[in-house]
């Protein structure tokens, strides 16, 4: 017995229609995740926008600090001998000589952990006192020295002052700069939305370099003209 031919029309119909519906679902579908590809892509880029800026913020005053410490250590090194040449002629002022020494190996250690860590505030105002407390010391030792005429005439007291003076006019525009750098960086991670970025990837504050007594802002007087 003949079996009844089969209606391949409707089938191919059927077929045609099932893949025209999922044409017609697919698309939207596909537009979709293209723009929500698009989307992604865009926040991506503008959060590794933020994230760079504030990392190069962050270098810069790192940067500004390391010519600070440049700086500050030529001044240690000053002062030493500073101490040395004056010791032969104020016999009779040794506590002012050993504070001034003292003072300094303080400011030189809180400057190492400045130096290891830039714009930490802990670090930084541990750094301000001592570097206002060494200028202080210095302040008392070049007013002293004044009542001796010898020591005043010394060649080599005044190289040592002459380069002391410039390294602390040097310390102060290297300041300068450390901190007209951090005040970019704190300003750029306060702002919205740098500041969901920043606080997402802990940059946190940084610390101005300032010494908050206003007698200790000037450098000491060391000329004995």
Known sequence: MKQPPQDTGSSDSDTENNKRRK???????????IVLAALALVVVLFVAGIYNKLVG???RFKNA?????VQLKRRYDLIPNLVETAKGYLKHERGTLEAVIAARDAAASANTGAAANPGDPAAMKKLAIAEGTLTGTLGRLFALSEAYP??????????LMEELTSTENKVSFSRQAYNDSVMAYNTQREVFPSSLIA??????AAELFAIEEPQQREAPKVSFA
């Open 199 to 204: 606080g997402t990837f802990h940059f946190t």
């Open 23 to 33: 044409e017609q679902f697919m698309s939207p579908l596909l537009i979709v995740l």
């Open 57 to 59: 913020l962050r270098n």
């Open 65 to 69: 600090f390391a010519q600070i410490d």
């Open 150 to 159: 010898d020591l005043k005439a010394n060649a080599t007291m005044l190289s």
